[in-house]
């Protein structure tokens, strides 16, 4: 029976499938897995390459596919790297389909000529191709070598997939002449774990004679990675195995540590060219874009939102995020665009040159994973910031977007914690915002036994109304595409946009619907939400380990207002609720007054991440918004 079956009930060796892979239907643990790994086995040695040596990196994987859904697991991407004189190459691929039908065992190989490159940015490209004939029930396999010139950092292993792994196994064969740390995440310990001396040949090099040391980590019967809402990336939270160069030791035994400090990073970043002097660099533009002698004298706060406003009205991001500078300073004022780092260490020379204290943080956005703060390595972060003195506060700000408020960073930004680039001085920063974003609906129904006419008016501050102007600004064909797709019959010329470009107030939306009411018999059923509240709860999983992430704290206010429609009368109202903690508030009430209906769901959640200890409340409390906005008034013939 499938429920028996173990990881040893397999053989993992490439193109030995057997009885025990052909009758596997599906995973006893999770019965609704589309697919399950049965084995994924990868290995890291060196190899001589001249007077220094390359990393090789062999992968051996195979799958099972129980469901439809499963069958994009026959697409496979396989990543690798250049930069310079340093590079990554593919080869030794082999994949198979294998079927059984009929009583018959089909295997179907990869056409080799089907595989392809796809260029992913500067420095990653990927290898892709997609394995032939396979459907429910199908086992596919493959297998893949890389190597690499690229030994700073051996590849890291993940364990954990978002389907089922029954066994996955990594082995390293280390030199005496490089040192990895290594770090294990989202696990306490592996299934087994062993270290040997390779019993191979003994090889030299140089006056050295060694033997490989053998590292192996085995972990079993892994639950799917749920991709849910409110994570930061699934790299941060995903069972895997983490490596990095900590030493290299020459064959005369000199040790050099590449594992540096973050004094030592610091340093390196202000002498470099592309970071502390294109920012003095800006410095030294300021006096040809100011009148510096009047702009000193404003309050401190004025100086501040004027060269943010001159930096976001005159130049223009070019949707590319890096930490240093792509460009010499002037060819990004001939240019009037650039990355986020031409644009934010130039505003901070401006801001330094009219006597405005900034300092650039250095951060890792949200798709790029957390800062591991043990590993001072400069290549973790991805973006580059603003941290800004006045008037005593310590302001987080970003010129990438004229949208966004002077004192705000992008959403994708709140991560964790980001580095002040500081002279002397080590110094980290929270990224996180305890100021709520905010979502007003107002709804206003005039009903009729025939039509439903209704007003809707959404009010948004924050990062929800910076998403608002971004998305649809002032384009009501955009705006009303939006509001077709919600299923909503909308009056064209209804609809009203109102602070677009006044980004101190709160983001309007306005616009007329019509419906006919849902009837049935002599009664009336109505949602007062219409589709505005959430209609399904976004946290799937019984239980969960890692945080629930909501970026920001985030309050949401729906007020309907009903007219009771001529000769109906209330049949229905549901029961109001109310929750409170210092977690979460939720309140929803109704009222029957001056021949009107007003009900109002208030729900707030008070803190940007909660532990994963909290999952249970967390998942309760979408439950109740989802219950609450979901109900309906019913309305009865008189």
């Known amino acids: 029976m499938p429920s028996a079956l173990l990881a040893q009930d397999f053989n993992n060796e490439y193109g030995n499938v057997g009885l025990s892979d052909i009758k596997y239907s599906f995973y006893p643990s999770d019965k609704e897995a589309e697919a399950v790994v049965i084995y994924d086995i990868g290995q890291s040695y060196f190899t001589r390459n001249n007077n220094s040596f390359d990393v090789i990196y062999e992968r051996t994987t195979r799958i099972k596919v129980f469901k439809e859904a499963g069958i994009r697991f026959a697409n496979v991407e396989i990543p690798f790297y250049g930069e310079g004189e340093i590079y990554e190459n593919v080869s030794d691929i082999e994949a198979c389909t294998y079927n059984f039908e009929n009583g018959v065992f089909i295997k179907t190989k990869l056409d080799l000529k089907t595989c392809h490159d796809e260029k992913v940015n500067k420095y990653w490209t ?3 191709f997609a394995l032939p004939n396979v459907k429910v029930g199908s086992i596919i396999e493959y297998h893949y070598r890389i190597n690499s010139e690229y030994i700073f950092k051996l590849r890291n292993w993940n364990f954990q997939w978002k389907i089922p792994v029954i066994y996955s196994k990594y082995i390293t064969k280390m030199i005496p002449f490089y040192q990895y740390t290594w770090l294990l995440q989202g696990a306490n310990k592996f299934e087994s774990q062993k270290s040997y001396i390779d019993s191979g040949l003994e090889q030299q090099f140089g006056n050295v004679k060694f033997q490989d040391m053998v590292y192996e980590y085995v972990m079993k019967d892994l639950p799917a990675f749920k991709d849910e809402e409110f994570i930061t990336s699934e790299d941060d939270n995903i069972i895997k195995l983490n490596f990095q160069l900590s030493k290299v030791i020459n064959q005369d035994g000199i040790v050099q540590n590449v594992i540096t400090t973050w004094p030592e990073m610091i340093k390196d970043l202000q002498k470099d060219e592309d970071f502390g002097g294109y920012e003095r660099k800006s410095e030294g533009q300021a006096p040809k874009i ?9 309050p401190a706060q004025q100086r501040f939102d004027s060269i943010l406003n001159y930096v976001k009205t005159n130049y223009n991001w070019n ?5 240093m500078a792509s460009k010499s300073v002037k060819t990004f004022m001939k240019d009037k665009s650039g990355n986020n780092a031409d644009i934010n260490l130039f505003t901070i020379g401006l801001l330094n040159a009219a006597g405005v204290k900034a300092r650039p943080v250095i951060l890792s956005t949200r798709d790029n994973g957390k800062i591991k703060l043990d590993y001072p390595f400069s290549h973790f972060f991805n973006y580059v910031a603003i941290i800004a003195d006045v008037d005593g506060r310590k302001i987080l700000s970003d010129a990438t977007n004229a949208f966004s408020a002077n004192d705000r960073i992008p959403e994708k930004c709140i991560n964790d914690k980001g580095l002040i680039i500081q002279k002397d001085k080590v110094e980290w920063v929270g990224l996180q915002t305890t100021v709520p974003t905010k979502i007003q609906k107002t709804i206003r129904m005039n009903l009729t036994d025939s039509i439903n006419n209704v007003t ?13 102007r971004n998305d649809f600004a002032t384009n009501t064909r955009t705006i009303k595409q939006h509001l077709l797709d919600k299923g909503y019959n909308v009056i064209d010329s209804s609809i009203v946009v109102k602070n677009q470009t006044s980004i101190n107030n709160p983001y309007i939306l306005k616009y007329t619907i019509e419906d006919h009411p849902e009837k049935m018999n002599d009664k009336i059923y109505v949602s007062p939400f219409l589709h505005e509240v959430l209609s399904e709860n976004p946290l799937k999983q019984s239980v969960r380990t890692y945080p629930i992430d909501m970026i920001y704290p985030k309050k949401s206010s729906f007020y309907s207002e009903i007219a009771i429609p001529v000769g109906y009368k209330v049949d229905f109202l549901p029961p109001a609720d109310k929750i409170k903690n210092e977690m979460f508030e939720l309140e929803y009430s109704t009222l029957v007054h001056d021949k009107k209906i007003i009900v109002n769901l208030i729900y707030y959640f008070k803190i940007p991440v909660y532990e994963a200890t909290e ?24």
């Open 319 to 323: 949707k590319s995020n890096y930490k």
């Open 615 to 638: 999952y249970s409340k967390i998942k309760y409390y979408f439950n109740e918004i989802v219950n609450k906005g979901s109900e309906k008034i019913v309305f009865v013939k008189e």
């Open 290 to 298: 100011f009148d510096l002698k009047t702009l000193t004298l404003l």
């Open 126 to 128: 990927q290898k892709k």
């Open 456 to 468: 809707v008016q959404t009010s948004a501050t924050e990062y929800s109304g910076l998403d608002y």
